[in-house]
């Protein structure tokens, strides 16, 4: 654990700068094209070529050393950055490096993230991965609370430039306790005789190894739907808020909710018994957030969704620890590089698909039902939740939130899903 720590804290503050310069250049597309579209397409360079790498990238951390895959990933993401630095400080940089680069990361992390994740099973003891698991999640929320208000301050003093250097060098910082200390594998893995030798065939086995434990495929279904219907509240929640605020009780919202990640993340990793039967409490936090999606979308007031809000991303680290741990505890740890880049890949997909549908479905006919003069504005429903600019939103969050409790109740009654801790030996 002394070494997960120092390990964990080189990559928050990696992981910091990191979000800033996200952050930052966001702003730059903007300012710079003007156009959504653009700023869009910058989004999917995100997340595209992870979706589509990430079955070959798993298999090649089965296969070597998972300690110099992260180095070597997070190295030549370093270089990414330093290399925009260098385009920008002399006035070289364009829209289409943003995309490259992009996309250059997007497969970087393919190969970092299920590494990571994998490295960290055969680092620490087994009933150290809840911990472990509550850090990780707390370092996102220390990431979603910091990274934004240093950006927003970095901006005016040092400008992008500086951003992009000091993601560098906190990269390098990062990278030091990888190279320094002395990591010693507590669990070995145990190699199966049956594996496919082939790298196609061994790819391809991450995901018959899932079909073989119908619990453990049901568990990632279940994920998949989930990030679905967040992917929805997420690209609804700016244009849901800003049709009746302003961008400044967007920014105190997303404030907020910051620190609801963040005390729940300080919950989860200080109360191991909230870890005990992972799958029932899992369920009950998804049903929940599904209730305060529901209680959001009824009425346009900034302090209901922020409060909505803080309570959504209180439970946000435990359901994202949940599946890492379970993945951790249930799959053999010389498969857990596929099977990470494999779940991460279906439920990343999630995202994108749910954005194509979110912005059209809220555009063309949610909000023209809802609008003052629309056909359900005078209707039960619209006595309920109001009429005009952002209500159809508002009835997408109700509808979301019900589908959400629909789904966990229904998986509840799967036999494989609710007893998967018990079927499935660790």
Request: glycine share 8%.
């Amino acid at each position: 654990m002394r070494n997960f720590t120092i390990l964990w804290l080189g990559q928050l503050i990696s992981q910091i700068a990191s979000s800033m310069t996200i952050f930052a250049l966001d702003i730059w597309v903007l300012q710079q094209t003007g156009s959504t579209t653009q700023f869009a397409l910058v989004s999917l360079t995100n997340t595209i070529p992870l979706i589509i790498i990430s079955p070959l990238a798993g298999t090649f951390v089965d296969r070597c050393d998972r300690r110099w895959t992260v180095f070597i990933s997070n190295f030549c993401a370093g270089l990414c950055i330093l290399n925009l630095a260098i385009l920008l400080s002399i006035g070289q940089l364009e829209i289409w490096h943003i995309y490259l680069t992009n996309t250059l990361l997007s497969c970087l992390s393919a190969f970092q993230g299920p590494a990571y994740k994998a490295f960290i099973t055969s680092l620490v003891h087994p009933e150290d991965l809840v911990p472990v698991s509550g850090m990780v999640q707390l370092a996102l929320g220390i990431q979603q609370i910091v990274s934004p208000l240093l950006a927003g301050v970095l901006l005016h003093l040092i400008h992008l430039t500086g951003i992009f250097f000091i993601d560098f060098a906190t990269t390098l910082f990062a990278l030091t306790p990888l190279l320094l200390l002395r990591f010693t594998q507590v669990n070995e893995p145990v190699h199966e005789d049956n594996q496919p030798s082939s790298f196609f065939q061994q790819t391809v086995y991450g995901w018959t190894y899932l079909q073989k434990e119908p619990g453990l495929l049901s568990f990632l279904i279940l994920f998949t739907i989930y990030q679905f219907f967040v992917g929805f509240i997420s690209i609804l929640m700016y244009p849901l808020i800003l049709s009746f605020s302003t961008p400044t009780s967007l920014g105190s919202i997303a404030f907020v909710s910051g620190i609801g990640t963040l005390i729940g993340a300080v919950v989860i990793t200080t109360y191991k018994k909230l870890w005990q039967n992972i799958v029932s409490p899992l369920l009950i936090a998804m049903s929940l957030s599904g209730l305060w999606i529901i209680i959001a979308g009824l009425r346009p007031q900034v302090i209901l969704i922020g409060i909505t809000a803080f309570f959504f991303f209180l439970t946000a680290p435990f359901i994202n620890g949940s599946v890492q741990v379970i993945f951790q505890k249930k799959v053999s740890l010389e498969l857990q590089g596929r099977v990470f880049a494999l779940t991460g890949a279906i439920s990343t997909a999630a995202l994108p698909i749910a954005a194509t549908i979110a912005g059209p479905l809220a555009d063309h006919i949610f909000e023209p039902l809802m609008d003052f003069d629309g056909p359900w504005s005078r209707q039960f429903i619209g006595q309920i939740i109001g009429s005009g600019p952002g209500r159809g939103i508002g009835l997408l969050y109700v509808i979301i939130g019900c589908f959400i409790l629909i789904t966990t109740t229904i998986s509840y009654q799967y036999p494989p899903l609710r007893q998967l801790e018990e079927n499935l030996s660790d």
